[in-house]
């Protein structure tokens, strides 16, 4: 447990930065999961629309620094590239 006063300060800050990002990933995950679920689909023009609205949001997480930056290139890419394989 902290003991010292800055201790306890990092430790209120830390667990204030875990739910946020917490909440970022989770975000993340769910934009994935419906731009998944519209290429299951076989549909085109869902696929391409959830394609484009998740990629701001990876690129949100690299800047806040939830995702590292690779990451979030590879899954854009693994997805446009099944969302293309559609066509």
């Known amino acids: 447990m902290a003991n010292t006063p800055q201790a306890k300060k990092r430790a209120r800050q ?14 993340i995950r769910t934009y ?7 290429i299951a689909s076989g549909d085109k023009d869902a696929s391409v629309a959830a394609l484009k609205a998740v990629q701001p949001e990876l690129m949100r997480g690299v800047t806040k620094g939830v995702l590292h930056k690779n990451t979030a290139s590879r899954k854009m890419s693994r997805l446009s590239a099944r969302v293309k394989a559609l066509g």
């Open 32 to 38: 994935l999961r419906k731009a998944e679920e519209a």
């Open 14 to 27: 830390n667990e204030r930065r875990f739910a946020v990002n917490k909440a970022r990933r989770s975000r």
